[in-house]
């Protein structure tokens, strides 16, 4: 699952977030002799502390979040389904067959949420019998004729309406809803969206559309038959095993999946979607999404095939399905799902062909790819050890961008993941593998997804690729079509490595926190630097850290590179050098994850730009010199040095890095012509764009005819900076006619361009286009369109305030994403002295559910609740 990676935009935005973090009593049982210290007394504890130890301890059993026990085997699951759709239920027959895992059972229970249980029946050799049965709305559970062992194998069949959208809501920030099965559109009500059903079982929610034992450490084959309008095309796991014309304009499709797995990655889809082929090794690699996206997903989904071989040359394990396809639809409730055999995306996804040149979802294309080996072949016994899923899939996308772009690519995605992680762990410190959770749903989060993906990483670093690809090898292999747990993992590569690794999984996988590592360099003999690092990090609640890591230095433009292992809370190196060293580099790639605290100072970030190979130091050094000594005179040229980087992310950091520093433009040569070369010519479509936005800054009249020339570039990155460049010059004439020209664009950088444009000028006559651009756009595209739809009628109310706020009133009440519900409540804002509206508001903050929304609306709400 890709961890709520569309609601990442919130974080343009600064807010405020508190949070307490608990202290952890760490208590180790130990052999000691029996006058070594006398024992504590707990009988002469004062009573309220008795009392609070004894609730500690009872808590610590009560909220431990245990592996399911097992007491079936679900051996397999068939299924044949209709629909309803104007009730929006599921009417299905399930035939389950199981054994008991060990100890002999009489009771069968099974979930099965928000049911209408019509018949329960066991089928045996000999006629069908009926069962009694109890049901509490989540479990059913049937009383066998006798006790069952682990010798027999028994059938049942259940007869049932599946009720999805009761009970909803929930989720977290990664899965926003609850429901397992979503009709989209089923009556047809609402304009420019189709109608479809799709399923997202994860965590444990495809019990709300089907009986099972919904339970990752469980696993099971299946076979499912949809019924659905002729019109429409299914997709589920497995292989398509035959349709049938029911001579009533619907059709029964048959799909069968004959390869074991976890109840949570069962799914379907139904829907008008066109079917795009293509294959990796003669394996069927097929793509589908609307009509009009379809030339987009064939460059979308493009490296699919190549990732495929990628990834199974990597492990030495053939991509281990029937085949992969994925599916893009409206309104999904995370990023995607890599449910068996077929990944389910979000519907930004969607593009049209020329929105797909400029394409950037390769990382979760791979990610979702990447779980096909790891999360469905191998799966995670509990929630608890959930990384097991995710860290894989993210370090997926470093493997990805490695390959293909290259490791600069790689490590800047490898800091940018980091960072995220240090953003959540202001907020909350959590065991990666962590057994106290109040709900399978927060493993959602940073720690499972970015720093379970570091922790990989580190450990590839450490070990070399060797022995982390055999070791993975074996570990998949060892553990095909089975549950696992972290040990597993460990114990995989302590046997390929012949080395103890407890101490890794130790302090990374089984402990909160991170190192904060304060360092200094003696460079008092540069032939012999002395360098000095001290682990700052709170030790009564963080481990203290054995932590490889390698520094580096530059002789000759070679790069020397040695690693030291730092297992002290104060230690020092001695670095014996050849020649005299003057810039040592500490973690240059970027691989540690670890708070670092140094002074280097202004000739260090000289240095390491002019000399370091890695893209990621250059990056942070031009960065870091802007950011503390832009008035240095020797900061400017180097800038400007950076334009011409052979790293695309550090010519796109020089030209912003000049747009906020304007007296830099004379001090650089030939800027101005170097910015018309790069928003010509360069490879990369960001920075021609941010050269174009430059360009626009230092003289948007000289450069009006080439803004107006890349107006129809191919790219839309391009075109949108050039549209808001050409009318952001006032000296324009045509600017209305400009304007007027791209009304009917539905890529949110034009929409925008032309947005700023009529709100700038209060231009009359807009109110239409402006809810007409409303209902066209969705998801991201919709939450960065709203701030412009609430400024535009607050500033000309008289082009249909009332109806603007009805609008926001709407999405920040209803709408599924929860980014998007925060983005309409802000835009209220922009109209709160209306007569009643802060009541309004507090309504809709009342009756949100989702706990970031809530603590977001919250924060804008905040003065008026103290009002009261």
Same mark, same amino acid.
């Given at each position: ?19 307490? /973090? ?10 000691? %002799? ?21 609730? $500690? ?47 002999? /059972? ?13 018949? =329960? ?210 309104? +999904? ?11 389910? +995306? ?89 057994? =106290? ?76 926190? $991170? ?38 230095? =530059? ?65 942070? &050094? ?26 695309? &992310? ?70 949108? %900076?050039?549209?808001? &460049? ?53 998801? /991201? ?27 926001? /009133?709407?999405?920040?009440?209803? $709408? ?53």
């Amino acid at each position: 699952m890709k961890v709520w990676k569309s609601a990442l935009i919130l974080m343009l935005a600064v807010f405020v977030f508190w949070s307490c /973090q608990s202290s952890k009593t760490v208590l180790n049982e130990q052999e000691r %002799a029996e006058d070594d210290f006398p024992l504590v007394d707990t009988a002469a504890l004062l009573e309220s502390e008795r009392s609070e130890l004894i609730q $500690h301890l009872e808590y610590k059993i009560e909220a431990y979040q245990a592996s399911r026990q097992r007491d079936f085997d679900l051996l397999h699951t068939a299924l044949d389904l209709k629909f309803d759709y104007e009730n929006e239920w599921v009417l299905g027959t399930a035939e389950l067959i199981l054994k008991p895992h060990f100890f002999p /059972q009489q009771e069968l229970v099974l979930d099965a949420k928000d049911f209408d249980v019509h018949q =329960y029946e066991l089928l045996t050799d000999t006629g069908d019998q009926a069962l009694n049965f109890r049901y509490n709305g989540k479990k059913l559970t049937a009383y066998l004729p006798s006790a069952y062992t682990r010798e027999d194998t028994i059938r049942v069949r259940i007869k049932y309406t599946a009720k999805p959208n009761e009970n909803a809501g929930g989720g977290s920030r990664a899965i926003t809803d609850t429901k397992g099965l979503y009709f989209i559109n089923p009556r047809g009500e609402e304009a420019n969206k189709p109608t479809q059903i799709w399923t997202q079982g994860e965590t444990e929610h495809n019990s709300k559309w089907f009986p099972t034992i919904d339970t990752p450490n469980e696993r099971g084959t299946q076979e499912i038959k949809l019924t659905v309008d002729a019109k429409y095309r299914t997709l589920s796991n497995g292989l398509l095993q035959g349709s049938i014309d029911n001579g009533d304009g619907t059709r029964s499709d048959t799909w069968l999946m004959d390869l074991p797995h976890a109840p949570y990655l069962a799914a379907i889809v139904v829907g008008d979607f066109v079917e795009i082929k293509d294959e990796w090794e003669g394996m069927q690699v097929n793509y589908y999404v609307e009509k009009e996206f379809e030339e987009g997903a064939k460059k979308v989904f493009a490296h699919t095939p190549e990732m495929i071989g990628f990834f199974s040359e990597r492990l030495g394990v053939p991509y281990p399905w029937q085949r992969y396809d994925q599916v893009v639809v409206r309104d +999904f409730v995370s990023g995607a799902m890599e449910n068996t055999t077929i990944s389910i +995306f979000m519907e930004q996804l969607n593009l049209n062909e020329r929105e797909a040149i400029d394409s950037e979802w390769d990382s979760i294309i791979a990610h979702e790819l990447f779980h096909q080996w790891f999360g469905n072949y191998v799966t995670n016994e509990s929630w608890a050890n959930l990384t097991l899923n995710e860290a894989f899939g993210n370090y997926a996308e470093y493997l990805w961008y490695e390959h293909k772009n290259g490791k600069d690519d790689a490590d800047m995605h490898q800091v940018a993941e980091m960072e995220q992680y240090f953003d959540e762990a202001l907020e909350k410190q959590e065991d990666l593998v962590r057994f =106290y959770h109040k709900d399978g749903e927060d493993m959602f989060d940073s720690h499972s997804y970015a720093k379970g993906g570091r922790i990989l990483h580190m450990l590839r670093r450490h070990l070399g690729d060797d022995a982390f690809f055999a070791s993975l090898n074996y570990y998949l292999e060892n553990h095909a079509f089975s549950a696992v747990e972290v040990h597993d993992l460990r114990l995989a590569f302590e046997a390929v490595t012949g080395m103890d690794l407890n101490w890794y999984f130790n302090q990374w996988f089984l402990a909160s926190g $991170h190192p904060i590592l304060e360092y200094e360099v003696d460079y008092s003999q540069p032939e012999n630097l002395l360098l000095t690092i001290a682990q700052r990090q709170d030790f009564s609640t963080t481990p203290l850290y054995k932590i490889p890591f390698k520094v580096s230095w =530059y002789s000759g433009g070679e790069r020397y590179e040695k690693e030291l292992v730092l297992d002290k809370s104060w230690q020092q190196f001695a670095i014996v050098n050849n020649v005299p060293v003057t810039a040592l580099y500490v973690d240059e790639a970027k691989e540690i994850l670890a708070e670092k605290r140094t002074l280097r100072g202004r000739q260090h970030f000289i240095q390491q730009y002019e000399n370091s190979k890695l893209g990621v130091a250059r990056y942070e &050094a031009l960065d870091s010199l802007s950011s503390y000594y832009g008035e240095d005179p020797d900061v400017a040229p180097l800038i400007g040095k950076g334009l011409g980087d052979d790293f695309w &992310a550090v010519r796109e950091l020089a030209i912003m890095k000049i747009s906020q520093h304007p007296e830099w433009i004379l001090a650089i040569e030939n800027l101005e012509e170097r910015l018309f070369e790069i928003a010509e010519n360069d490879p990369k479509n960001t920075v021609r764009l941010g050269a174009i936005e430059l360009l626009s800054l230092i003289d948007g009249d000289k450069y009006s005819p080439a803004f107006q020339r890349w107006l129809n570039d191919p790219s839309y990155y391009v075109a949108g %900076a050039a549209l808001s &460049a050409y009318l952001e010059e006032p000296n324009n004439k045509n600017r209305d006619e400009i304007a007027s020209r791209f009304e009917s664009e539905r890529n949110i950088r034009m929409i925008v361009a032309l947005a700023d444009y009529y709100i700038a000028e209060e231009m009359e006559g807009k109110g239409k286009w402006f809810h007409e651009k409303l209902d066209l756009l969705t998801g /991201q595209s919709l939450y960065y369109f709203l701030g412009y739809y609430g400024d535009y009628f607050a500033k000309l109310p008289g082009e249909g305030s009332d109806k603007a706020i009805e609008r926001l /009133q709407g999405l920040a009440g209803n $709408h599924n994403a929860n980014y998007v519900r925060i983005a309409a409540f802000m835009g209220l804002f922009a109209f709160i002295d209306e007569p009643g509206l802060v009541a309004k508001a507090k309504a809709i903050w009342t009756e949100e559910q989702d706990e970031m929304a809530k603590r977001y609306m919250e924060f804008f709400l905040s003065s008026y609740l103290d009002e009261n």
